[in-house]
């Protein structure tokens, strides 16, 4: 069974690995998440939100010439759709009312690219909550209309000035935060990584998207269970959304496409699975990219959501036990798949939904399978790279 | 028997503990560095193992983390520093550091080398106490490691009581919820934290952490515990000498004094 035990372990990954000092803030959120999320107060208000606010459920579209063109049946989960143009918002408005109900006045956020910084400071725009988005120095320079998307929800954002001054530190810089305010104040992380529960919390909230496959392709194709799923991963908030209801059903294949990068053995890559060993990272033990030394390693990948040295604790385990295939796809790869996307079918994918769609070209699988693809973001705020890679 | 048993065994009041970052301000400077802390005074030696990810540091501490790192630091140059250093140093040395670097030396080669070369005690931030129990408390003991945990204003009567129970060296109480080298000053919230733990009357004596940087705020912390720890205002004295035998000397002089 994939699934988290009562210490927050999927398999020999996971646990909560932080100081002291936000013991209570976690302990406070594990003795109460379950049994907020449960009750149907939260229920009626979350599934409210997700329909009415984000535009759930969002499309399963069948892609015909896609389809065509790889001699598959394949479907996009259309996550591009939700408001904000990601799938980090089904996270945020679950943790925002969560939050509310905890009693919480101030909410901290990471972000990378961008993406789940904009999709906090919208939740908290919605609820009235003061927020502060962390976000590395250099990912400011990177991705200013994000930037400047969150300052108009009214956040304030900080810049990580530490490290690398990308992800990771923003990371570290909101921990701090925390610490420094741990009464009033909730964390809400962005993807399926942190000490638990937030994994878990996390790929409930997410769950979503797997929830909403099941019954579409039940009505599209007369079974719940598609051949193959593929989603890409950074942290893998959205492939933990779209392998969830399928974790313990062997015969739904699960593909999880890291970033390659510039290539596994280039050292400018975030294949974390590939490159990377079991350690301690933001607080459960997991694989990430380190030296032999425990120091961590700063990643590469020209998306900015998936420049991130570790995953997720429940991917560490999918991957140890062989239940998802991992395989890494590269930048130029990715950009090829954008722009396929984008000829074939009219949608122009977010790059880290791009490595996805390339997964594609690197696996085995049956004519006349049926293929998920969970395309997790669009690629409006892409359109710079695009721009500058400039290869269509 | 463990020097920080002896320590406490004969001093009760005004402990003072000092931070560095092993690696910094240059490679070199570790042992020098712990020879200068003892001559001027102090009774406990904290090493900074570097990280790349310190996440209960401030912005100080962080940054001698990063050059240490720079300069070369690692765990086995750090190790290979200390071999002999207990025939020029006397005071218990505890070593800080992040769970990660550690775990990849791996935690039992870790805890003989430390026996090896003369360390007392641990304090490892990210390491959780029921983590500690179920997994590295037998090896710890087996190694005469003392392994000293955190509290915080934060932290319940009942867990301070469970962490209590389950050390025999020393309580770090993290003087507000705060990263270190965040605040400076001692507020009357922070004394009412220190009375309130002072009158549960716990079996470890206790030294406060984070905040500690000069005579006065350490007077106040050892008029409310045994003692205190100093990390931030000491890498700032580190950063800034030009002698750092001499600055050190003074420097824990004029908080002693």
Redesign the interface.
């Known amino acids: 069974m994939i699934g988290v035990d009562e210490r927050g372990y999927y398999g020999s990954f996971g646990?909560?690995?932080?100081?002291?000092?936000l013991?209570?803030?976690v302990e406070e959120l594990k003795e109460n998440y379950e049994a907020i999320m449960a009750s149907p107060e939260f229920q009626a208000e979350f599934r409210g939100l997700l329909k009415d606010y984000v535009g759930r459920p969002t499309p399963l579209y069948f892609a015909s010439r896609l389809s065509e063109k790889y001699g598959a049946k394949v479907y996009l989960k259309r996550e591009d759709l939700c408001h904000t143009g990601a799938h980090k918002v089904n996270n945020t408005i679950g943790q925002i009312i969560l939050a509310k109900k905890l009693g919480k006045k101030r909410i901290i956020a990471e972000t990378g690219a961008g993406q789940h910084g904009v999709a906090t400071a919208t939740v908290c725009a919605l609820m009235g909550m003061e927020c502060t988005v962390y976000m590395g120095e250099l990912d400011i320079q990177r991705q200013r209309p994000n930037v400047e998307r969150m300052r108009i929800l009214g956040a304030q954002v900080i810049p990580a000035t530490?490290?690398s001054k990308t992800l990771?530190?923003a990371t570290?810089e909101a921990?701090?935060a925390w610490?420094?305010?741990?009464?009033d104040t909730h964390y809400i992380i962005g993807s399926v990584v942190g000490p638990h529960p937030y994994p878990e919390m996390v790929a409930r909230f997410q769950s979503v998207i797997s929830e909403e496959i099941k019954w579409q392709l039940k009505e599209k194709e007369g079974r719940e269970n598609p051949d193959l799923v593929i989603a890409c991963v950074g942290g893998g908030s959205n492939a933990a959304g779209a392998f969830f209801h399928y974790y313990n059903t062997p015969e739904v294949r699960l593909i999880a496409a890291e970033a390659g990068g510039l290539g596994v053995e280039s050292g400018k890559t975030a294949a974390t699975t590939a490159k990377g060993?079991p350690?301690?990272?933001?607080?459960s033990k997991t694989i990430l990219m380190?030296t032999?030394?425990?120091?961590?390693v700063e990643p590469h990948s020209i998306s900015a959501g998936l420049d991130y040295p570790g995953i997720g604790p429940v991917h560490a385990h999918l991957f140890e036990v062989g239940r998802a295939e991992f395989v890494a796809v590269e930048d130029e790869d990715a950009m090829k798949s954008g722009i396929e996307l984008s000829r074939l079918e009219g949608i122009i994918p977010a790059i880290e939904s791009a490595h996805a769609l390339y997964a594609l070209n690197m696996i085995e699988y049956k004519k006349d399978d049926v293929i998920v693809i969970n395309l997790s973001g669009r690629g409006d705020k892409d359109l710079e790279t695009y721009i500058k890679w400039g290869g269509y | 028997m463990n020097r920080i048993h002896t320590l406490f065994n004969t001093k009760k009041e005004r402990v003072l503990s000092i931070y560095f970052t092993a690696g910094f301000p240059n490679l070199e400077d570790t042992v020098p560095i712990m020879e200068a802390i003892e001559a001027g005074g102090a009774d406990i030696i904290e090493i900074g193992v570097p990280y790349s990810d310190p996440v209960a540091d401030g912005p100080t501490i962080q940054d001698s983390n990063q050059i240490a790192l720079q300069n070369g630091m690692s765990m086995n140059k750090l190790f290979e520093q200390l071999v002999g250093f207990r025939a020029k140093v006397h005071l218990p040395v505890v070593l800080m550091g992040y769970l990660n670097p550690i775990m990849q030396y791996g935690m039992e080669a870790f805890c003989k080398k430390c026996k090896e070369v003369g360390v007392d005690g641990l304090i490892l931030p990210d390491l959780p106490m029921q983590e500690y129990l179920d997994e590295y408390k037998a090896l710890f003991d087996s190694y005469g490691l003392v392994n000293t945990f955190l509290i915080s204003p934060q932290t319940s009567e009942k867990r301070i009581r469970e962490i209590d129970g389950n050390t025999d060296g020393f309580i770090y109480m993290v003087s507000s919820h705060s990263i270190t080298g965040a605040k400076s000053g001692i507020s009357e919230e922070q004394i009412n934290y220190f009375e309130r733990v002072r009158e549960m009357n716990l079996k470890n004596p206790r030294l406060i952490g984070f905040g500690i940087s000069n005579s006065e705020t350490f007077t106040t912390a050892s008029n409310y515990s045994n003692g205190a720890i100093i990390g931030s205002a000491f890498i700032k004295v580190l950063k800034n000498s030009e002698n750092l035998k001499e600055d050190v000397q003074s420097y824990i002089q004029s908080v002693i004094n």
């Open positions: 646990g909560a690995f932080i100081p002291e000092m013991h209570p803030n530490s490290g990771k530190d570290n921990m701090r610490i420094n305010n741990p009464v060993t350690g301690i990272l933001h607080g380190q032999e030394d425990g120091q961590v």
